[in-house]
């Protein structure tokens, strides 16, 4: 390692001819080759030619990054799509480089100077095309060894890829795998694993039959992070996500039949869900939860009663809760004793498709320790009820307060603010009751100046309970 | 307040740092120490000077402070933190690579170097050579190999702003367009040059010329060379 800093240098300015060094290049081969690392594999090849020390720099790199949208017109991915003409205009002498000529030139010239002493750890590859997937399958079973830790794939093919079965029994040391594309997934019945697997994302893969996914889930023992985008394609889909380990999960369904879903992750922390029917969730234990944000399909012509509960129940540990539209509307079918105590809540942010009073105020009064409450109105019909509103809300604050307002609430947040009479009532009485409140802010995006200019008015004029609170205007 | 446990590091230069045990641990290097027992008195720094590890010692307090909540919106802040903390002088960038990799902070450590590689990303090797300092001691018959080797990743895109078509073509080719030549020798280029005069297909029949004029590699051009060609060496000549 050579010796860099004994003095203090000035950035360089390439007139003076004083002192200048060359830092980057006296790093030491690992630490070139980490920062290296952060570069797709066409980006560390072009610093081949900065100077000698970086020739064989790329080589190092235990990292395989291809995106196949980074090689553009001349280069096509299928090297029939050559017309005869096209053909002419190449000199004979010029090599004409196609995608997978790329990809085998790289691998081959990288292993060259080492005879793969020096293995792919990080496998990524992005492959959009029509052509026959023959050079992605080698490529998939080329990574898959027992040192690759990362691999990513994106496949966009007219038909499914087939992923190699082998990699169930070779990829030991594999910490994150992300999936996309028509990735069909087949895990052998007696696979060895994943001992050390943490991070799994799948969006749009499909599973070879209904087994296929608990069988992924059972190969992973200390899973932490499941990122999940499904299609559902057929009837009868049963989820079952049974992980102890589990502490992020994100689940996205995409469906046009329904789907069970069960959850049983006591170590969850983190809850994103999207796409479920109520009636088709089962949530376990979730005591551990921090943060959920979820949403769930909404028939109207059903009655949710208990499901809801035991839905919400699931629920009341979290510090913070975002409720989307949909689930507030479930909401409307529990009364206030029907949900629990949200001891923990410390942030409730209300998205909603209609205000639905009852179920804001319940829930109020259910979370004595609110801090923060984000309000968003942004697809709101209100113009019908604006009286309506206004009286709910008077009412509202001229009996029972809820405890969080007038003792903890230090932020809230109006997003979608249109200037109405409700909304004013009801900032105004928040300013009046929240005697700890800090921070009021207001957005709004479909104000014209004048009526800006009016509301911050009005806004300023109100009186404020709290005497340290702050009220912006955005 | 509860007794705290700290620890206490010195600089190479002699600034003394008392330091919360828990912020210290972020470093794998100082925590075998104290696992070790071997931090009773001061942990000598000999590699890192008082300002870096202070600014390390920064890095770590941030990041020990928010390793409870793993919420979406503290990981934002996190990063947003991260930012403005890594924009730093060249100099003192590197002085952290190596101060992290001694110390083995792997958050530091990453932030550091994707800062690196972020600089390096998308730039032309003549603007990378510009911004570290670094001397291109090839021969050019030595750099044509290298060149040669690797063709496929050096490549330059044409982009016309009006209809943001780019063309990919080689350096060399690029470079029979005298005005190209200067651009890329001065290093005005980002990866995407610009062509403001010259629409898509008039943009592809000079390249289909510069293809012809390459191969033919004779001289007298002149009339191969279209009246697009010109009308790119003219008003773009400053």
């Known amino acids: ?19 200048v060094e060359d830092r980057i290049s006296n790093l030491p081969d690992s630490l070139l080759c980490h920062i290296l690392s952060f570069l797709t594999t066409k980006e560390a090849v072009v610093t081949s030619i900065l100077s000698s020390r970086w020739t064989t720099l790329w080589t190092l790199v235990p990292k395989l990054d291809f995106d196949s949208n980074e090689f553009g017109e001349i280069f096509s991915s299928d090297e029939e799509e050559q017309s005869p003409n096209h053909q002419d205009q190449w000199n004979t002498n010029r090599y004409h480089f196609t995608f997978a000529h790329i990809v085998s030139r790289v691998w081959a010239l990288r292993d060259r100077s080492r005879n793969n002493a020096n293995p792919i750890k990080h496998f990524r590859l992005y492959w959009r095309s029509d052509s026959d997937p023959i050079h992605v399958d080698t490529w998939v079973r080329t990574a898959i060894t027992p040192d690759l830790e990362e691999l990513d794939l994106f496949i966009s093919h007219p038909k499914p890829f087939n992923f190699p079965s082998t990699f169930f029994n070779y990829a030991k040391s594999l910490l994150v795998l992300k999936l996309n594309g028509k990735i069909v997934l087949n895990p052998p019945s007696s696979s060895f694993g994943f001992p050390s697997l943490k991070t ?7 599973f070879a039959n209904g087994n296929t996914f608990s069988k992924l889930l059972s190969c992973c023992p200390v899973l932490q992070n499941l990122y999940l985008q499904i299609y559902i394609r057929d009837r009868d889909n049963y989820f079952k996500i049974i992980v102890p380990t589990l502490k992020t999960l994100h689940l996205v369904f995409l469906r046009f039949w329904d789907c069970k879903l069960e959850i049983n992750a006591p170590a969850l922390e983190y809850l994103y869900c999207r796409g479920c029917s109520i009636e088709d969730i089962l949530l376990g234990n979730l005591s551990n939860l921090l943060e959920a944000d979820v949403t769930v399909d909404h028939d109207a012509s059903k009655d949710y009663g ?10 009341s540990n979290v510090k913070s809760l975002q409720l989307v539209s949909n689930l507030t509307e479930c909401l409307c079918y529990a009364t206030e004793t029907d949900l629990p105590m949200f001891h923990n809540l410390t942030c409730l942010s209300i998205h909603i498709g209609c205000i639905l009073w009852d179920v804001l105020l319940n829930l109020l009064h259910r979370a004595p320790n609110l801090a923060v409450l984000v309000f968003n109105t942004e697809n709101v019909e209100w113009y019908n009820f604006d009286e309506e509103y206004t009286s709910i809300i008077v009412s509202m604050f001229y009996g029972d307060v809820p405890m969080c307002i007038s003792s903890h609430l230090q932020t809230f947040h109006f997003k979608g603010f249109k200037g109405s009479t409700y909304e004013l009532e009801f900032v105004e009485h928040i300013l009046k009751t929240a005697r700890f409140l800090k921070t009021m802010t207001v957005s709004s995006a479909r104000m014209n100046s004048e009526e800006k200019v009016r509301v911050l008015k009005e806004l300023l004029m109100f009186p404020r309970e709290s005497r340290t609170c702050q009220v912006a205007f955005l | 307040m509860s007794s705290v446990k700290k620890v206490t590091l010195k600089s190479s230069d002699g600034e003394i740092f008392e330091v919360e045990e828990t912020v210290a641990m972020e470093s794998q290097t100082i925590k075998g120490l104290i696992e070790d027992d071997c931090a009773d008195n001061a942990i000598p720094l000999p590699n890192v ?16 402070s928010s390793s409870d909540s793993n919420s979406s919106k503290s990981n934002e802040k996190l990063k947003a933190w991260d930012t403005q903390f890594i924009n730093v002088d ?13 110390l083995n902070v792997k958050g530091l450590l990453d932030l550091t170097c994707q800062t690196v590689a972020d600089m390096i990303k998308e730039k032309t090797p003549e603007q990378i050579r510009a911004m570290f300092n670094i001397v291109n001691d090839f021969t050019p018959e030595e750099e044509e190999e290298v060149r040669r080797e690797n063709a496929w990743a050096f490549e330059i895109s044409l982009k016309n702003n009006n209809v943001v078509d780019t063309f990919e073509v080689e350096e060399s080719m690029a470079k029979e367009l005298q005005t190209i030549k200067n651009m890329i020798e001065d290093n005005y280029t980002d990866s995407v040059i610009p062509l403001h005069n010259v629409t898509s297909d008039i943009l592809e029949l000079v390249i289909e010329d510069c293809k012809k004029h390459v191969e033919a590699a004779e001289s007298e051009s002149e009339p191969s060379y279209s009246l697009a060609s010109k009308l790119i060496d003219d008003p773009l000549k400053a």
């Open chain 1, 200 to 206: 799994v994302h799948l969006v749009n893969v499909r």
């Open chain 2, 90 to 102: 060249l100099n003192v960038l590197f002085d952290l690579i190596m101060a992290a990799n001694y």
């Open chain 1, 1 to 19: 390692m050579a010796e860099s800093t004994s003095k203090r240098l000035k950035p360089t300015d390439p007139e003076e001819a004083t002192v």
């Open chain 1, 306 to 315: 208990k499901k809801i509960r035991d839905f919400i129940g699931a629920l």
């Open chain 2, 49 to 64: 000077t008082g300002h870096i590890l202070s600014l390390v010692i920064q890095y770590c307090k941030e990041h020990t």
